[in-house]
């Protein structure tokens, strides 16, 4: 659904690097290699840059995180020049970030578009990369850099019949760029997760007749969105270098208040008044309305109720109201934020049919049918998400040292040390990939941490003279250890969620992102740097153990925030993840 792919020749040729995806990671990827004088291409599936905001092109698509913090920080003079115009970005405005980035550092010129990596196969003679592309390249490199993203493989669904309905089927993650004129159709929409409660009140507005499917209820809170005064733009550029450190401090990446007081010590009334306050504030910070909502399931109840009595005030309809109103622990699933969604039920033209008990039965030629009943449309969209932190990945043939594929190897789920590498498959890399905080954190600086991280290891293996670099196992399966351990102190591993695969038939249900708080994750990579690559083989080098020189990972270098994890608040198990 991109722009038209341009003929061209297919490219031969031998880089240094080569990254895949030229989303947010690719293009800061890139901007690092060349900074460093590295020959990089990097191919992407798209016809433009942006990634994620170049697909999700559906109604109503923004950012989650605000504007402010959801963007790059390695550059002081690109924070002064971009204006955001909305506390919470619209998709549109992220696409033009993104363009204006390419743009400003000419990183336009080594990416090719339109092209598709469907191999990547190491070769151990030359310890180097073959890739290949659906448009014919094939090309060497001593780095394969996987910048594929987290959300970035739609998850379809393929109920019988689908290819017998007459009207169109949307895809909220691959979004037609011309846009979708729903104006006076009877349109269905499937699922109820983050892009269809974005997406809902939006359709809502051109509908005729609008009918969503609903598998489990989801909870969201208000964005309370608004425009961003030149007034105080300009007091939050005086002050941006200090947000940014603090953020990097926070266990999001991002900052927010947050109360560490536990909500179990405070009476009924107080706990009214403080979710009342953080309501009101909206946004995913309504989580750090208490230290131990995500740790303590009685303390959960507290908040989960006020939620549902907030859904009971919005939705008229009783009965569809208590549809909308989640059974499971508040926050175990992400978040979600949202503009006039529940209201959106109260519309005349506007119903939700439950399908957790008797499910989508097949497609006609007219419309869906569920228990029996059909319903007709005219468009039909499906908002059923992604096949999260693996799913770009299971879309390559990766084959690493003795022929064994990077498939094979995480077919009881994914084994990666620090998110960032695999054994087995030397010098391939992954930014923000399982093991790492990644959808956990504000991803755009997760992304900056592992770009900088990989731009001071590949500069050390030129330093030093080493051909390759792989985790060794036994570290390796400790980390993968360690990130299931933590995930467990935490109400988010109770349930079923992409964060464990399980929104994706046949897949094995692990938690995929480190929930240990970005910033303790960020002090064991500087660890592992500082130590001489501790848990790596770097093979061929002139000394295994000479100190890296540090040229990008000393802004990362920064002290845990004690305000919010403290080692009190760690051992307490009040580490705040919205």
């Known amino acids: 659904m991109g722009q038209a792919s341009?003929?061209?020749?297919?490219?031969?040729?031998?880089?240094?690097?080569?990254?895949?995806?030229?989303?947010?990671?690719?293009?800061?990827?890139?901007?690092?290699?060349?900074?460093?004088?590295?020959?990089?291409?990097?191919?992407?599936?798209?016809?433009?840059?942006?990634?994620?905001?170049?697909?999700?092109?559906?109604?109503?698509?923004?950012?989650?995180?605000?504007?402010?913090?959801?963007?790059?920080?390695?550059?002081?003079?690109?924070?002064?020049?971009?204006?955001?115009?909305?506390?919470?970005?619209?998709?549109?405005?992220?696409?033009?970030?993104?363009?204006?980035?390419?743009?400003?550092?000419?990183?336009?010129?080594q990416i090719v578009f339109d092209t598709r990596v469907t191999a990547a196969t190491f070769n151990e003679e030359t310890d180097s990369w073959l890739i290949?592309?659906?448009?014919?390249?094939?090309?060497?490199?001593?780095?394969?850099?996987?910048?594929?993203?987290?959300?970035?493989?739609?998850?379809?669904?393929?109920?019988?019949?689908?290819?017998?309905?007459?009207?169109?089927?949307?895809?909220?993650?691959?979004?037609?760029?011309?846009g979708v004129d729903f104006t006076d159709l009877r349109v269905g929409v499937i699922g109820t997760g983050s892009s269809a409660i974005q997406s809902?009140?939006?359709?809502?507005?051109?509908?005729?007749?609008?009918?969503?499917?609903?598998?489990?209820?989801?909870?969201?809170?208000?964005?309370?969105?608004?425009?961003?005064?030149?007034?105080?733009?300009?007091?939050?550029?005086?002050?941006y270098p200090e947000l940014r450190a603090k953020a990097r401090a926070r266990p999001t990446g991002f900052y927010f208040p947050f109360n560490?007081?536990?909500?179990?010590?405070?009476?009924?009334?107080?706990?009214?008044?403080?979710?009342?306050?953080?309501?009101?504030?909206?946004?995913?910070?309504?989580?750090?309305?208490?230290?131990?909502?995500?740790?303590?399931?009685?303390?959960?109840?507290?908040i989960a109720e006020f939620a549902r009595q907030k859904i009971r005030g919005i939705v008229n309809d009783p009965a569809t109201a208590e549809l909308l109103c989640p059974q499971n622990v508040f926050g175990c699933k992400r978040l979600c934020v949202d503009t006039d969604y529940f209201q959106t039920y109260n519309l005349p033209h506007v119903k939700l049919v439950d399908v957790s008990q008797t499910p989508i039965e097949r497609f006609t030629k007219d419309g869906i049918v569920v228990d029996g009943t059909e319903y007709q449309f005219d468009a039909v969209v499906s908002a059923t998400g992604f096949a999260a932190m693996t799913g770009s990945f299971d879309k390559i043939g990766i084959t690493g040292r003795g022929g064994r594929t990077l498939s094979e190897k995480w077919r009881a789920g994914p084994r990666a040390y620090l998110g960032l590498a695999s054994e087995g498959f030397p010098n391939l890399f992954m930014i923000t990939g399982p093991g790492s905080p990644s959808v956990l954190a504000s991803m755009i600086q997760a992304i900056e941490q592992h770009v900088d991280w990989l731009a001071d290891c590949l500069s050390h293996m030129r330093d030093v003279g080493a051909r390759s670099i792989e985790p060794v196992?036994?570290?390796?399966?400790?980390?993968?250890?360690?990130?299931?351990?933590?995930?467990?102190?935490?109400?988010?591993?109770?349930?079923?969620?992409?964060?464990?695969?399980?929104?994706?038939?046949?897949?094995?249900?692990?938690?995929?992102?480190?929930?240990?708080?970005?910033?303790?994750?960020?002090?064991?990579?500087?660890?592992?740097?500082?130590?001489?690559?501790?848990?790596?083989?770097?093979?061929?080098?002139?000394?295994?153990?000479?100190?890296?020189?540090?040229?990008?990972?000393?802004?990362?270098?920064?002290?845990?925030?004690?305000?919010?994890?403290?080692?009190?608040?760690?051992a307490a198990k009040r580490v705040p993840v919205v």
């Open 6 to 109: 341009t003929a061209r020749p297919p490219e031969t040729g031998a880089f240094d690097a080569v990254v895949v995806g030229a989303g947010f990671a690719g293009l800061y990827m890139l901007h690092r290699l060349r900074g460093l004088g590295f020959t990089a291409r990097v191919y992407e599936a798209g016809g433009g840059v942006g990634g994620t905001w170049y697909w999700n092109r559906y109604p109503g698509a923004r950012c989650d995180v605000e504007s402010l913090q959801y963007s790059f920080s390695f550059s002081e003079e690109l924070d002064q020049e971009w204006n955001w115009s909305e506390k919470y970005s619209p998709q549109p405005e992220i696409l033009a970030y993104a363009n204006h980035v390419a743009d400003r550092f000419d990183l336009r010129s």
């Open 132 to 178: 290949e592309t659906d448009r014919g390249d094939c090309v060497t490199a001593r780095f394969c850099i996987m910048a594929v993203g987290c959300l970035s493989a739609p998850n379809r669904p393929a109920f019988p019949g689908m290819d017998d309905f007459c009207g169109p089927i949307y895809h909220t993650g691959e979004w037609p760029h011309e």
């Open 200 to 239: 809902i009140p939006m359709i809502a507005q051109q509908a005729s007749q609008l009918t969503v499917f609903q598998r489990t209820a989801t909870w969201s809170v208000p964005a309370w969105n608004e425009a961003l005064s030149p007034e105080y733009l300009k007091e939050a550029k005086a002050h």
């Open 260 to 302: 560490t007081q536990p909500a179990l010590e405070a009476n009924a009334q107080e706990r009214q008044q403080q979710y009342e306050a953080a309501w009101q504030r909206g946004g995913l910070p309504f989580l750090g309305a208490y230290g131990d909502l995500l740790f303590e399931k009685s303390a959960n109840d507290t």
């Open 473 to 570: 196992q036994a570290d390796e399966d400790a980390w993968v250890a360690h990130v299931n351990d933590v995930s467990t102190v935490s109400l988010r591993s109770t349930c079923s969620s992409w964060y464990v695969g399980t929104n994706i038939a046949g897949r094995p249900r692990v938690f995929m992102p480190y929930i240990g708080g970005f910033p303790i994750y960020v002090q064991k990579c500087n660890e592992v740097m500082n130590n001489a690559y501790d848990g790596f083989v770097l093979k061929g080098a002139r000394s295994s153990n000479t100190p890296p020189q540090v040229r990008f990972t000393e802004r990362w270098q920064v002290p845990l925030d004690i305000e919010v994890i403290s080692p009190a608040a760690v």
